[in-house]
């Protein structure tokens, strides 16, 4: 059977990205096919060179729609002929355009309990809302601001003597177990839509 083709989009440290590259090597029913930055040097880029995933950048050009950008960027993943998108800490919203593309097939993960806490300090802010507990969601992108359905969500707990350092550190390695588990989930029951 065809393993099912992914492709992940990062803009960081990558280590969603990596925790993902890692699972998909013990899995036979899909494959990283590429790992795609808008940043050039980003350490996901050595993170996919040690599982040999081929890796590319585009980046956004001075002046340069965000349309413009978007076809850019779908014309080097096409290249790899994914069937869905994994966002793993990718810093830039996607077109419209670009989500007809992949509907429903375009997922991400983002550190709190959304609906609290969107945008690009989820963290951050839960820490300044003293919240007891905070959480990650893993959820379909659309075009806004982290709106998409939710597809599963799990809980990071804020202790009181934690700096934001500790609470990030917690919450990421939360993030890098669940992520997949999550998308484990979601392909097994596409595999089972195929058959
Ligand atoms: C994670 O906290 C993720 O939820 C958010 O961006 C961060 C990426 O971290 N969207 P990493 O690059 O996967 O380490």
Not at 13 to 42: P, Y
Not at 127 to 137: E, H, P, Q
Request: with cysteine.
């Amino acid at each position: 059977m065809r393993k099912i083709r992914l492709a992940i989009l990062a803009s960081g440290s990558g280590s969603n990205a990596e925790a993902i590259m890692r699972w998909a090597g013990a899995v036979d029913f899909a494959e990283i096919v590429c790992v795609g930055s808008d940043k050039r040097k980003a350490f996901v880029h050595e993170r996919a060179k040690a599982f040999s995933v081929p890796s590319f950048s585009v980046v956004k050009r001075k002046n340069e729609e965000r349309a413009a950008f978007d076809k850019r960027l779908l014309a080097a993943l096409e290249a790899f002929a994914p069937d869905m998108i994994i966002l793993a800490g990718y810093m830039k919203l996607l077109t419209p355009q670009f989500l007809e593309k992949f509907p429903d097939r375009v997922i991400n993960i983002h550190p709190s309990l959304l609906p609290a806490f969107p945008g690009t300090d989820g963290y951050g802010e839960a820490f300044a809302a003293r919240v007891k507990m905070s959480g990650c969601t893993v959820h379909y992108v659309d075009a806004g601001v982290d709106t998409g359905k939710i597809i599963e969500q799990t809980n990071i707990p804020l202790l009181p003597e934690d700096t934001l350092e500790d609470f990030k550190k917690r919450g990421l390695a939360i993030e890098n177990e669940f992520y997949p588990r999550v998308l484990e989930k979601l392909l097994v029951n596409l595999v089972k839509e195929r058959k």
